[in-house]
């Protein structure tokens, strides 16, 4: 299983081609590999935690900068799953 700095390191080399075909879109990483292309952010979370639970994965909006938000922030499936 891949830790989230091997997903981000994932996105990152993947970064230029992503921007040139998926510019404003939401990313799917995991396991260091594109998983899908979405969107909206609640597209590829709902998606996120019905395959993978609770991770790690991450969700990047391609050509955005990158967000860091505090380790207590966590999406919630709106029907409660994790």
Not at 28 to 41: G, Q, R
Not at 51 to 71: D, K, N
Request: proline letters at 6%; aromatic letters at 8%.
């Amino acid at each position: 299983m891949a830790s989230i700095l091997d997903e981000i390191r994932a996105f990152e080399s993947m970064q230029r081609e992503l921007e040139a075909e998926h510019l404003g879109r939401w990313v799917l990483m995991h396991d260091s590999a594109l998983v899908a292309v979405y969107d909206s952010f609640e597209g590829a979370a709902d998606d996120a935690v019905s395959r993978f639970g609770g991770g790690p994965y991450l969700i990047r909006q391609v050509g955005a900068p990158p967000i860091t938000l505090p380790v207590s922030v966590m999406y919630h499936h709106p029907d409660g799953q994790r």
